[in-house]
């Protein structure tokens, strides 16, 4: 199984290209394919993903990874979800609640939610 994936980007195919050295693995490595695309509507470039097999664990790797949040297709979005912030706001995106960002080893091990405490002043 392929992992693969297709985003808009608000920016031109030539940016997305001389920055695609910045993205994050597996986006940046040799195993992803990266095709250009302009985007319906003159809304930017779209940005279409493939990672070759070879990236993968099999069959049986794929499931084991999946249950752990490592599987390639994960970590794909993930990277090309950073990759898109990063070109379109200069930055990634992060909160006081995550600040390593969006993560899908951290959606893995979510708590349910608990109410705050309130902190007692002396």
Known sequence: MNASTAVTINRPENEIGSRLPEAESPL?????????AAAPGDRGTEMRVVLDESASGGGLGNKVAAVLGKDPQRQLDDAVRR?????ETGE???SDGSPEGT???RQRRRRP???VTPTTQG
Do not use: N
């Open 28 to 36: 940046a490595d040799d195993s992803a394919h990266v095709s250009y």
């Open 83 to 87: 990759f898109k912030q990063l070109l």
């Open 92 to 94: 990634v995106i992060r």
């Open 103 to 105: 993560d899908a080893t």
């Open 113 to 115: 939610a608990e109410p």
